[in-house]
C-alpha cells in the first residue's frame, strides 16, 4: 500500500471511499455544523460588515468603505498595542515552549524518580482558571503585603516592583508561562511517548548516548508537535487578554487601556462604543495572526522536508 | 519523510500514535539520576508554589493577610470560618455563581462534547456533499482568534435579546472546532471501518451503529474532550465579562474579580481573603477531575493502545 507508514486516520482520507457518496453523514455532522454557523461564521460576516461603516450620534449610519481600516492601520496605539504582544511572542513562547521540552525529555528519559508526580504536577496549572493564576501571581508581586513585600521587610532592601510600568509585561509574560507549561509539556511528552521503539534500539546498538538520541531521534520526532505548539502560542499571545485586563484593578498605572490588541478593542466597545472602529480591529489582528500562523506552518514544512 | 503537505494533522496524529508505536518506549533505562530529579525539581517548585500560597493563604483572615508572611500560616487558623463567610457573604452571592458555573458547564460543555462526538464520528466514517468545505471551515476557525469574535456576537445576541441570560454563554460555549477535529482524528482511528460495515450488513439503522458499536469504542477520546471543554468552560472570563451585567447570572470567575474590584471602589469592603478562598474552592473541582480522570484523559490524548 501506498501511504503505508501513516496512521490510520490518514489511510481513511486519501483512500477513495467504499461508501457511496449519501447525505447521512450530515445527520452527524449537521448540528455541530448549525451552531458553528451561528457562532463562528455569522459573527466575523457581521463583523467585516461593521468594519465597513461608521456610527454617530448625529448623521447616524454610513458606508465608509476601507476608511475604518486606513485608520487602524495609521493608528499609534494600536501599533503600540501590537509591538507589546510582539515582544511578549518573541520572548516568552521560546522560554515556555524550551522548559516545556527540558521537562518532557527529563520525564520521557526514564531516569527520574517519582516521574508520574512530576508529570501530573507540572501539568497541574493548566486545570487553575486565569483569573484565579492571575489574582495569586498579582498578590505575590505586591509590594505591600505580598511575596515581595515579605521579602523587602525581611531583607531591608528594595526589590523592584514587578507591577511597575517597567516590568509588567515580563510579569505577565510568567503568569503565562505558569498556566500553560505544563500543558506544552504533556503534548511534547505524548509525541515523544509514541516514537518507534526499534529506533531506541538501533541507537544503543550504535552505542549512541543520551544526548544523541535526544538530537538525532527525538528532537525530530517532535517537530511536528513543536510547530502545532508554536502556533497556538503565536495565536495566545496575539489574544492576551485576560491576565493584563484583571491586573489592571491592582495595578491600574501600568496596563493602559490599549496594552494589547484585544483590550484595545474591548476598550473601544464597551467603555467608547466604537462598534464599527473596534470590529476593524479585531480583524485586522485576526487576519495577521493567521498570516503568522500560516507563515510558521509553511516553515515547518519546508523544514521537514 | 511522507506527507509533508499537511504537518497540521500528522502532528496531531503524532501525537496519539501510529501503527508502529504499539510498543510502549522502553521505561527506566539506564539508572535512574538524583541529579536530574534534583533539576526537574526545581520547575515542580515553579509550578506548585502558588498553588501552595493559595491554600496557606486561604486560611488566613483579613487581617492576617496583610500581615503574616506570605507562605507561612498566621496566627489563627481560619480557613473554615472563611469557607462559610464565602458560602454565605452577601447573601450567599458565591454558591449562586457556583450553581451557574455548573450550569454552563453541564449544558456547554456538554453539549459541546456531545456535538464534537456526533460531528468528529460523521467525518470520520461518512462521504457527504460538502465534506471538504467542512474541513476546511473548521480547520480555518481553529486559527481565528476567539476573542476577535466577541464584539460582533455580542451585538447579535443583544440584538436577539440573549445578552443577559444563560444562553449567552451556554450557545458560543456549544461549538469546540479543536474538540471536533480530536474527535474525528481519534474516530478515525478507534473505530475500525470493518466493524461498522458488519453491523450496517446486520441491518442496524445508523445511529443503532453510532450507539452500540462506535461510542463505546470513543469514550477515551470523549472523556478527553469532555474534559478540555469543561476547563474552557469553568475557566471562561471573556465571553461572560462581555455577555453579562447581571451578578446573578455570573460564573464564578466573574463573581471572583467583582470581589476583588470591590476594595477599589467607594466604600467597598475589602474582602481578599474571600477572594483567597474562593479562588481555592473555584480550583479544586478542576484538580480533582484531573487527577481522577488521569487514566482516561491521558490514553485519550496520548492513546497508542486505544485499539489493543
Do not use: C
Not at chain 1, 524550551?98 to 520521557?108: E, N, R, S, Y
Not at chain 2, 501552595?52 to 487558623?77: P, R, V, Y
Not at chain 2, 476547563?231 to 471572583?256: C, E, H, R, S
Request: charged residues 10%; proline residues 5%; glycine residues 8%.
Amino acid at each position: 500500500m501506498v501511504t503505508q507508514g501513516r496512521s490510520g486516520a490518514w489511510n481513511h482520507r486519501e483512500r477513495p471511499p467504499r461508501r457511496r457518496r449519501s447525505w447521512a453523514g450530515w445527520r452527524f455532522v449537521g448540528p455541530f455544523m448549525a451552531v458553528f454557523a451561528l457562532v463562528f461564521l455569522a459573527p466575523i460576516a457581521y463583523s467585516v460588515y461593521l468594519s465597513l461603516f461608521r456610527t454617530r450620534l448625529i448623521g447616524g449610519t454610513a458606508f465608509v468603505g476601507a476608511e475604518n481600516y486606513v485608520k487602524a492601520l495609521q493608528d499609534p496605539r494600536f501599533w503600540s498595542a501590537f509591538g507589546r504582544v510582539a515582544a511578549f511572542l518573541a520572548v516568552q513562547v521560546p522560554i515556555m515552549l524550551f522548559l516545556a521540552l527540558l521537562v518532557a525529555l527529563a520525564i520521557d528519559s526514564g531516569r527520574l524518580y517519582g516521574s508520574a508526580f512530576f508529570r501530573i504536577s507540572v501539568f497541574l496549572p493548566y486545570a487553575v482558571p486565569a483569573i484565579v493564576a492571575t489574582l495569586m501571581w498579582g498578590f505575590m508581586y505586591g509590594t505591600r503585603f505580598g511575596l515581595i513585600g515579605n521579602l523587602n521587610e525581611t531583607f531591608g532592601v528594595t526589590l523592584p516592583d514587578p507591577l511597575s510600568p517597567e516590568l509588567i509585561l515580563a510579569s505577565i509574560g510568567n503568569i503565562v508561562t505558569w498556566e500553560f507549561v505544563g500543558y506544552n509539556m504533556l503534548i511534547m511528552y505524548s509525541a515523544l511517548r509514541v516514537v518507534n521503539h526499534s529506533l531506541y534500539e538501533a541507537a544503543e546498538i550504535d552505542g549512541a548516548g543520551q544526548l544523541r538520541v535526544i538530537w538525532s531521534i527525538k528532537l525530530p520526532a517532535l517537530r511536528g508537535t513543536l510547530v502545532i505548539a508554536t502556533i497556538f502560542s503565536i495565536i495566545g499571545s496575539f489574544q492576551l487578554f485576560n491576565e493584563p485586563s484583571i491586573l489592571r484593578t491592582l495595578a491600574p498605572n501600568s496596563v493602559t487601556t490599549y496594552f494589547t490588541p484585544n483590550l484595545y478593542a474591548y476598550s473601544l466597545s464597551f467603555s467608547g462604543q466604537q462598534f464599527n472602529y473596534s470590529a476593524t480591529v479585531a480583524i485586522v489582528m485576526g487576519v495577521i495572526t493567521m498570516v503568522i500562523a500560516y507563515v510558521v506552518q509553511l516553515r515547518g514544512i519546508r523544514k521537514a522536508s | 519523510m511522507a506527507a509533508t503537505t499537511r504537518v497540521t494533522a500528522r502532528a496531531l496524529r503524532v501525537r496519539r500514535g501510529n501503527r508502529h508505536a504499539r510498543v510502549p518506549a522502553p521505561r527506566g533505562r539506564g539508572r535512574r539520576s538524583p541529579l536530574l530529579t534534583a533539576v526537574t525539581a526545581l520547575m515542580l517548585v515553579y509550578t506548585l508554589l502558588p498553588l501552595a500560597w493559595l491554600l496557606i493563604n486561604a486560611t488566613k483572615t483579613q487581617e492576617g493577610l496583610l500581615d503574616s508572611f506570605g507562605l507561612w500560616f498566621a496566627g489563627d487558623f481560619a480557613l473554615l470560618d472563611n469557607l462559610v463567610t464565602t458560602f454565605t457573604y452577601g447573601g450567599g452571592v458565591f454558591t449562586r455563581w457556583l450553581l451557574n458555573t455548573l450550569l454552563y458547564v453541564v449544558a456547554g460543555a456538554g453539549g459541546a462534547t456531545l456535538l464534537a462526538t456526533l460531528g468528529g464520528y460523521g467525518l470520520a466514517h461518512f462521504d457527504f456533499p460538502g465534506k471538504k468545505a467542512v474541513f476546511a471551515i473548521v480547520i480555518g476557525a481553529v486559527a481565528v482568534p476567539g476573542t476577535a469574535l466577541a464584539v460582533p456576537t455580542f451585538l447579535m445576541f443583544s440584538e436577539m435579546g440573549l445578552t443577559d441570560t444563560p444562553w449567552a454563554i451556554i450557545i458560543p460555549s456549544l461549538v469546540s472546532p479543536f474538540g471536533l477535529y480530536l474527535m474525528w482524528a481519534f474516530a478515525a482511528d478507534a473505530v475500525p471501518r470493518e466493524i461498522l460495515e458488519s453491523a450496517r450488513m446486520d441491518g442496524a439503522r445508523e445511529f443503532q451503529t453510532f450507539l452500540g458499536v462506535a461510542l463505546p469504542l470513543l469514550a477515551p477520546g470523549t472523556v478527553t474532550v469532555l474534559l478540555f471543554n469543561v476547563v474552557a468552560t469553568w475557566n471562561n472570563y471573556f465571553l461572560p465579562l462581555i455577555m453579562l451585567k447581571d451578578p446573578d447570572w455570573y460564573p464564578l470567575t466573574l463573581g471572583l474579580n467583582a470581589w476583588n474590584e470591590q476594595a477599589g471602589t467607594a466604600g467597598g469592603e475589602a474582602v481578599f481573603h474571600l477572594v483567597i478562598t474562593g479562588s481555592l474552592v473555584t480550583v479544586i473541582p478542576l484538580i480533582a477531575a484531573f487527577l481522577l480522570l488521569q487514566r482516561y484523559w491521558r490514553s485519550g490524548l496520548a492513546s497508542g493502545g486505544v485499539k489493543q
